[in-house]
């Protein structure tokens, strides 16, 4: 068995955490925060491995090119 954790694991520790740092405070809008600090990280690896080939990068991803790279300007990860 692999000692590694899985990023659904990741992601779960990391809201256990987040609701614990609340400390009973109400958290508001987390979905679009969770998806934004989740997005930003993703596209940066995957532009990284794909060799900054936004074409590839796209495909990985499974979005079109240009919703690629409006993204990445939206997080300010162009060259």
């Given at each position: 068995?692999?000692?590694?954790?899985?990023?659904?694991?990741?992601?779960?520790?990391?809201?256990?955490?987040?609701?614990?740092?609340?400390?009973?405070?109400?958290?508001?809008?987390?979905?679009d925060?969770?998806?934004?600090?989740?997005?930003?990280?993703l596209?940066d690896?995957?532009?990284?491995?794909?060799?900054?080939?936004?074409?590839?990068a796209?495909?990985?991803?499974?979005?079109?090119?240009?919703t690629?790279?409006?993204?990445?300007?939206?997080?300010?990860?162009?060259?």
């Amino acid at each position: 068995m692999s000692d590694k954790k899985h990023i659904e694991d990741c992601i779960r520790d990391g809201l256990e955490d987040y609701f614990s740092d609340l400390d009973g405070v109400e958290p508001a809008a987390m979905y679009d925060m969770i998806l934004k600090v989740v997005e930003r990280p993703l596209l940066d690896v995957v532009m990284q491995h794909a060799d900054h080939n936004q074409s590839r990068a796209a495909e990985w991803l499974g979005i079109n090119r240009n919703t690629l790279r409006r993204k990445l300007v939206e997080h300010k990860l162009t060259k």
